[in-house]
């Protein structure tokens, strides 16, 4: 069982830069792959980033390749997600996610969801 916590949203203006965080309970995290998901108002859930258990895999978004950065620290238990030269379109609700085995960017495949974090750009 694996529980995890994102922090770190807010609004913020476009161009900006957000950190986000996701903090995971349990000895195993780094036996974990986790990923970032993102839901618009209105829009189905989608594919952000993902992080295999070493760090040495990593997948990314076409919308966001070369403005967002995954990483993860095994010791602190924690994933990561640096988001810079936001835009309006990356308003979102950010979820942290989680599986042992599946290194995808299909929402099914992942065992654990957190609660979420709100991300607003404006204009």
């Known amino acids: 069982q694996v529980q995890l916590v994102e922090s770190g949203g807010g609004l913020v203006q476009a161009g900006g830069s957000l950190r986000l965080s996701c903090a995971a309970s349990g000895r195993t995290f780094s036996r974990y792959i986790m990923a970032w998901f993102r839901q618009a108002p209105g829009k189905e859930r989608e594919f952000v980033a993902t992080?295999?258990?070493?760090?040495?895999?990593?997948n990314y978004a076409d919308s966001v390749k070369g403005r967002f950065t995954i990483s993860r620290d095994n010791a602190k238990n924690t994933v990561y997600l640096q988001m810079n030269s936001l835009k309006p379109e990356d308003t979102a609700v950010y979820f942290c996610?989680?599986?042992?085995?599946?290194?995808?960017?299909?929402?099914?495949?992942?065992?654990?969801w957190g609660q979420g974090t709100q991300v607003t750009v404006s204009s």
């Open positions: 996610a989680a599986d042992p085995i599946n290194y995808s960017d299909q929402q099914r495949q992942y065992l654990y």
């Open positions: 992080i295999r258990w070493g760090g040495d895999n990593i």
